[in-house]
């Protein structure tokens, strides 16, 4: 892929003002490249990388995918970029329905209750999430924290591990990190919780997957003539009234019209804004982590398929550390870690070890192993979608459809940037079918319920037991008042 890219590599660089510069090459810089192309292929465009290859999260390795590889159908605009491509797709059939699935949450003698107690919270949970559309409530200060939220609902630990984990997995932050409110608009942009534990834990049958790799190739023979500059990071942006100038990590200064920013929001954190974003911006990009969580994804081959010899098929789950497991062919197993920065290279024995235990000793000894460490991107209760003079925002983290922080939101993100940006630059060749193409579609998942059935919702152990109690205490406190006095 490193040499496609580098053949791939445009003319050297140039110093005159450029139409647009894109920062980032991930999915949603590349869409709105090729989206910016196909409206006007007059624009000159400049792509500029951090790292040494193409892709972001769709790392892809010669056994299969390391990074993003699944989605729903109902991710609308990642499946029409597909077909539009030609990339063949093809509906998960690995997992074999008659053999359990391998989560720690499953085993030990409490674990029917955990289940029983999660599924509800989860319920809870996504019939609120209407409640919490993005804007439309107020975050004070002192609102309820997650991590509160969740030792308030759920009694077991297994089932508290659990959330906190998936609150981590979501908005890229520790649960006493972020209010109840933001992880709940977070929910929401990403289409539900549910739709988050089935793409990232539970991996079922019914997912679409895809080579990524091809849509690379594809995508980056589309963008002939876009000039790639890899390994520059951006490190400031200097905003005039007719133009910007952006600086990279090699000292090179780039001048362009307008700027399209396809980076996670921590990315966007540690670029230098002059002069700075605008106040309500501010608040987003101010509100940095306290801590650092990096996910590293890894692909392991065997020669046999060992988790249906010990009995288990679909995924695997542990809690502490939180790994998370799938079949991704019947003797390839994919999966993922999430660590502090600084333990990637522990990542392969801690995990191995924690597979070895459950499918046997051969788990520790794979033919083939790759891994590769990402940043947990964090997602802030709003997206930003509105431009800021000639900085548009990209990044599957600043979209406006319900899968943020997913594929469909990255590519949908992408569309969206390229429109602003033609409105800016060649205003003229705009449509309303353009418009269209980046709209929204509703949450499919997501949908309004009745007040008692929301109510029901929010009954647990806890609460259920509270209830019960003062009850009863009522009840007897009436009683002997009634034999004494009655
Ligand atoms: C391991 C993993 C598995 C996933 N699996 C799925 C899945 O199965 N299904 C699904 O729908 N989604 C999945 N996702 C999420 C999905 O991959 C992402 O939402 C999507 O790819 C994000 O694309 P992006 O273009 O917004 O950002 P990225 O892919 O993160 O791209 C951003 C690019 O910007 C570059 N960059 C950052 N800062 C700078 C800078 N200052 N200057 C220049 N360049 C910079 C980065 O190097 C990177 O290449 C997964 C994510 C991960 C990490």
Redesign the pocket.
Known sequence: MEKDCELKLGPPERSQKIDVII????????VAAYRLLEKEPSLQIRI????DN??????QISQGE??????EAS?AH?YQLLQRMEIPLQQRSIVDAALPRCWELDQGVSSNLANYELQRYINELQLKSPFFRPGRFSIRKNSTKMEKHINNRLFFNESRKFMTNLVELVCGSKASDITYKEFMSICYGCGGLQNIIN??LDCPNT?LEFDSAHLLNVLTKRLQGTEFLLS????AIYHYKDYIEVH?STQKMHTTDVLIL???LN?LQ??NFSPPVPMEMRKLLNNKLKTRLM?T?FIAGYGDGHWRNAGYSGSFLKSEPFIVGCEYRPNVYAG?MIHNSGLEPLVRSIALNALALHFGDAMKTPHTYNQ?T?E??SLAHVPLTTPWHRIVW????AASTC?R??????VQ??LRAALNALLLVRPQVVTWTDVADVHCQNCPNIKDVGPLQLWMSGLNLYNVGYYTLYASSVFLALQFAYKKFG
């Open positions: 920062v980032g090459a991930g999915i949603s810089g590349l500029l990388e951090a790292s193409i892709g972001g999260s769709l790392q390391i990074g993003a590889k699944w989605f991710q990642v793409i990232y997912l520059r990071q951006v490190k990279d396809a980076i996670p990315a540690q670029i996910l994804s993922m590769h990402f947990l991107s990209s990044s599957s983290a899968y922080g997913f594929l469909g939101g990255a993100s992408g």
